[in-house]
């Protein structure tokens, strides 16, 4: 076993086709529509392709070369696949996985990427929080650790940050077990969320000061070798998103990010003027937030570094939010705006096997990666639970020049009987190129509208529109 960690990454000049016993082979644990992207992306260079997952023919397993149902967290189903299966790569696209046996089996030498502590720091808010804060050094919001079973300490929790604020469950994510506290009604509410929504039996919650950012943007940082072999951080541009019920709604990207860059969502095209100045010095802090926190995480292979970005009076400020070791939802514009082959599923799968990652240097010094056109993501979300979702209106939506329409498969959008609209599953996105970033927006927004989907179990459509808020933070009113 070698000690220098560094060592273990070579670069890779050979590719094989699949079938064959010296083919590179990629095994991922947790089979979603980020996981389908890198299978896709891994057979256009003859890879081998394995996927695992919870439920039977989850995304990624549609379209691998083969695939296994296990329960993630039971160690020992992982192992033996593993041991089976003796990949080149390892992909964790969950954060529902048996930690201590990730670790294990990275000691023995079997290839983790980005690396078992990295999926361990992040699946877990407060190890999160310390390592940007902490470790990496990078401005975060003001933020307290509280146990959500003693009810006074949590209260002085939130009356040491001050409202308004909001409570995470440590362990949870997509906007479960968060709340927005705004006074202190609020307060018991909140505790009651952060129980509940809790992945697994963890007590703790964080409660962090809100931050009233002008925009939020994911940087896909990307660790990969370079012509060396040495460890090297390249940038795809900053990608501009929001949120919706904690959840990602809609994203963006451009070659010219002061287009969207640093401004609020919602005053693209009307409220502010492109500031080139400002957003070149966003994008610097940005890049150099992202820089310093997967250095902190180390590995190889996409990460999705989530950051607040406000302007005042000239000046701008980066706060770090939190980070996952894999490709990100928001990411997904980069299947329309970037390059076929350098999309955020190719860069992982070229990072994590030590393929090249042709980047442009900027005026900066940074290592970075250009969209070729702007585009924008929206999602086409569940409005009901099920088996067997349609979607209708397909000619609608899809029947205009630069809109695409990707559907994930999902068989099944579990729900709660008493409650079957309170589903937050998202089914697929509308992706849409445009002569900027506004016009790219406006078109994957009005070609998710038109979508209407149903389930074997309520057979009436439903679009979008039909539920409360759904023009919120929209181009479209
Ligand atoms: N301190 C904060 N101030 C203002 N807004 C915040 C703050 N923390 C979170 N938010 C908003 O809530 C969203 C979700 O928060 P966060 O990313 O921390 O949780 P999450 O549930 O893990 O989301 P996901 O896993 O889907 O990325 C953020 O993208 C942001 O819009
Ligand atoms: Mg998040």
Redesign the pocket.
């Known amino acids: 076993m070698t000690t220098n960690p560094q060592s273990k990454y070579t670069k890779r000049d050979i590719l094989t086709s699949p079938y064959q016993s010296n083919s590179c082979k990629i095994l991922l644990f947790g089979s979603g529509e980020l996981g389908r992207e890198i299978i896709i992306q891994a057979q256009r260079l003859g890879m081998k392709t394995v996927a695992v997952d919870r439920y039977e023919n989850a995304p990624a397993q549609q379209v691998a070369h083969k695939s296994h149902t296990i329960d993630m967290l039971d160690g020992d189903a992982m192992r033996h696949l593993v041991e089976l299966e003796k990949p080149d790569a390892i992909v964790c696209e969950i954060e529902a996985i048996d930690l201590n046996m990730l670790m294990e089996l990275e000691k023995e030498g079997w290839p983790v990427r980005p690396n078992a502590k990295a999926v361990w720091i992040t699946m877990n808010?407060e190890r999160s929080r310390d390592m940007i804060a902490k470790q990496a050094g990078v401005k975060t919001?003001k933020y307290v650790y509280v146990d959500t079973e003693d009810p006074a300490a949590f209260k002085n929790a939130v009356e040491k940050i001050g409202c308004p604020?909001?409570s995470?469950a440590i362990m949870?994510?997509?906007?479960?077990g968060?709340y927005s506290i705004h006074s202190k009604d609020d307060i018991e509410p909140a505790r009651l969320a952060a129980i509940k929504g809790a992945r697994g039996s963890g007590t703790r919650a964080i409660i962090?000061?809100?931050?009233?950012?002008d925009t939020?943007v994911t940087e896909l940082a990307v660790r990969h070798l370079d012509e060396n072999g040495k460890i090297v951080t390249s940038f795809p541009r900053p990608i501009g998103h929001?949120?919706l019920d904690?959840?990602?709604h809609a994203s963006w990207q451009s070659p010219d990010a002061s287009e969207y860059l640093p401004w609020k969502p919602e005053d693209i095209g009307t409220k502010f003027k492109p500031d080139e100045d400002l957003a070149k010095k966003a994008e610097k802090k940005i890049y150099d937030a992202a820089g310093k926190i997967t250095g902190a995480l180390g590995g190889l292979g996409v990460f999705g570094v989530?950051l607040?970005v406000r302007a005042r009076d000239g000046k701008v400020e980066v706060l770090g939010?939190?980070c996952?070791p894999r490709p990100h939802?928001t990411g997904m514009v980069t299947f329309m705006s970037h390059m076929i082959g350098m999309n955020e599923g190719a860069l992982h799968l070229r990072a994590i096997t030590g393929l090249p990652i042709p980047t442009r240097i900027n005026e900066d010094g940074y290592r970075v990666i250009d969209p070729l056109m702007p585009a924008s993501t929206h999602v086409i979300k569940a409005g009901c639970g099920g088996w067997d979702p349609e979607f209708r209106g397909i000619w609608n939506a899809g029947n205009t020049p630069g809109t695409n329409i990707y559907l994930f498969g999902k068989p099944n959008i579990p729900y709660d009987p008493k409650n079957p609209k309170d589903v937050h599953r998202r089914l697929g996105i509308t992706l849409a190129m445009g002569k900027d970033a506004l016009d790219a927006k406006t078109k994957a927004e009005a070609a998710a509208h038109k979508i209407e989907m149903r389930t074997r179990q309520f057979k009436k459509w439903i679009a979008q529109d039909d539920t409360l808020d759904a023009r919120k933070k929209h181009v479209l009113r």
């Not at 962090?208 to 950012?213: G, L, N, T």
């Open positions: 808010r919001s604020c909001i995470k949870s994510s997509s906007g479960h968060s962090e000061e809100y931050i009233d950012f939020e929001y949120q904690g959840d990602y989530e607040f939010n939190e996952s939802d």
